[in-house]
């Protein structure tokens, strides 16, 4: 299984990035697909999450209404829209995929899979 995440870079406060994560070697349609992060010092943390069929979302508080999550069965793709991007967002950005029942979904140790990462910067 891989997991192939794109798009991460330099932004400055205020701006965008879109997180690509293509999957490959599972049945992308079987999984729930997501994005965790770590920032530097810190644990990674849940930051959001798809359903299989794409039609519920969830998000970390920190994150709500300014990113959203997508995927695209087509193309085995998830994406993450990141707008009004903060300083405190920036850290190394991880796909993931799983078949965790809800409630946990928002655990590291229920995750299936993990992409290598993808770094976001956001410069004050």
């Known amino acids: 299984v891989q997991l192939q995440a794109s798009g991460g870079g330099l932004v400055q406060a205020g701006g965008s990035l879109r997180l690509s994560c293509e999957a490959s070697?599972?049945?992308?349609?079987?999984?729930?697909m997501g994005w965790f992060r770590q920032a530097p010092g810190k644990e990674r943390e849940f930051v959001a999450a798809?359903?299989?069929?794409?039609?519920?979302?969830y998000y970390a508080d920190s994150v709500k209404a300014r990113f959203t999550i997508s995927r695209d069965k087509a193309k085995n793709t998830v994406f993450l829209q990141m707008n009004s991007l903060k300083p405190e967002d920036t850290a190394v950005y991880y796909c993931?995929?799983?078949?965790?029942?809800?409630?946990?979904?928002?655990?590291?140790?229920?995750?299936?899979?993990w992409g290598q990462g993808t770094q976001v910067t956001v410069s004050s």
């Open positions: 993931t995929a799983d078949n965790s029942v809800l409630s946990a979904m928002r655990r590291e140790g229920s995750i299936d899979y």
């Open positions: 070697g599972l049945t992308f349609n079987s999984y729930r």
């Open positions: 798809i359903s299989r069929t794409g039609s519920n979302t």
